[in-house]
DNA sequence: ACCTGAACACCGTTCAAGT
DNA sequence: ACCTGAACACCGTTCAAGT
């Protein structure tokens, strides 16, 4: 077997990882399943990563990669803003996404970027480091809790029936109301909750 | 094998269920373990539960039962307040109890009468039925992704180490400042995020 | 340096058969 | 009604040995 000529990258590992996570979900995400897409032995994947809790480390880097690229310059609340709605759309992006960057960041495996730009932004609004610590690090959780949710539901759902293509589900429009999401669509729900916690942050603000 | 006479009831899996995670943890609440911690073979839990995302349901909901014993009367702030934090300090009550609780709301297994909770202060305070819920779903977001991160970062520490006795985390003050945690204490760090958004909902209040 | 082969110690779930 | 016995189709991880 494995026909190949050059060795495997960890870089090839995490992608197709992603590619598994985004055609399966994160239940299939398995190292043998992995070792299979990869052509080799499942003992051969631990040359390349310590175990599976750092490998969804790595998965959940390359999910947030790239967060704050083209960043719009304005108001610290518009920029504040669309971190938060470019941090849920990076975790719809791919299956199970949420879930993978939670539990990422509640184990500290991965490198936690998320954290630093959103703290930038309050800083520079003029809250104190503190402040501005704290408050990021309660947007995130609000974002990782409303993601996880929204993921986690629709997946119980039966819409993913047709395993879609990596990527197939990045910035589309919110599906069709269902029976028991009868008040608004996702992204106007969570961008209720945000618009209510930015308020409050701008009271804060002398 | 099974010297016991009378037969096991769904309330004797949970219950045992609640155990196991408490001394050793999500990961080690098994089929298997809990069979064996009950004197009994894997197959016999399939007829007192559907499957481990229903016995799940059924702890998450015991996790979460008597959230509003004795709920003090007084301005719907203070009242929404303590209802947060009790729901953070129940889950906090058992080990990976925020991981359990929001996996379980994620999937709509349990029977989620948090929200209803949270819903009916904001109601009672004046906020339209559609407000009310919006609102409390994104309280209800906020405290799973806080308290699964509290918790999981405490868990990814080495304290706990020695495996604490069923519900002896509950009410105990926060432990002592660590090196990658020095601003606050949790309960502070959460209080804050808490506040913010309260504070929110406070101006949108006429 | 990179991978195979093979093992170790597990999983959740099903289901005929027993009592 | 409640449980056993036994199987099915899997897991993550380790590690000597090969190339």
């Given at each position: 077997m494995r026909a190949q000529t050059v060795a495997l990258t960890s870089k090839d590992v995490v992608d197709a990882a992603i590619a598994i996570l985004d055609e399966y979900g994160l239940g299939d995400l398995t190292m043998r399943r992995l070792a299979t897409a990869l052509g080799v032995q499942p003992?051969?994947?631990?040359?390349?990563?310590?175990?599976?809790?750092?490998?969804?480390?790595?998965?959940?880097?390359?999910?947030?990669?790239?967060?704050?690229d083209d960043m719009p310059s304005g108001d610290w609340d518009l920029r504040f803003n669309e971190l938060a709605h470019r941090l849920r759309a990076a975790l719809l992006a791919h299956r199970d996404g949420a879930e993978v960057v939670?539990?990422?960041?509640?184990?500290?495996?991965?490198?936690?970027?998320?954290?630093?730009?959103?703290?930038?932004?309050?800083?520079?609004?003029?809250?104190?480091?503190?402040?501005?610590?704290?408050?990021?690090?309660?947007?995130?959780?609000?974002?990782?809790?409303?993601?996880?949710?929204?993921?986690?539901?629709?997946?119980?759902?039966?819409?993913?029936?047709?395993?879609?293509?990596?990527?197939?589900?990045?910035?589309?429009?919110?599906?069709?109301?269902?029976?028991?999401d009868p008040l608004l669509g996702e992204t106007a729900r969570f961008g209720?909750?945000?618009?209510?916690?930015?308020?409050?942050?701008r009271a804060r603000l002398t």
């Open positions: 003992g051969a994947l631990y040359w390349h990563v310590a175990n599976k809790q750092a490998l969804l480390g790595a998965v959940a880097d390359t999910i947030l990669d790239g967060l704050d939670a539990a990422a960041h509640a184990l500290r495996t991965g490198r936690g970027s998320t954290l630093v730009l959103l703290t930038q932004v309050l800083t520079d609004a003029g809250f104190t480091e503190v402040e501005a610590e704290l408050a990021a690090l309660a947007v995130l959780h609000y974002v990782l809790g409303h993601t996880v949710d929204e993921q986690g539901h629709a997946q119980s759902a039966g819409l993913v029936a047709g395993a879609a293509s990596p990527g197939a589900t990045e910035g589309i429009a919110d599906g069709p109301q269902t029976v028991d209720f909750g945000l618009s209510v916690f930015v308020d409050g942050l």
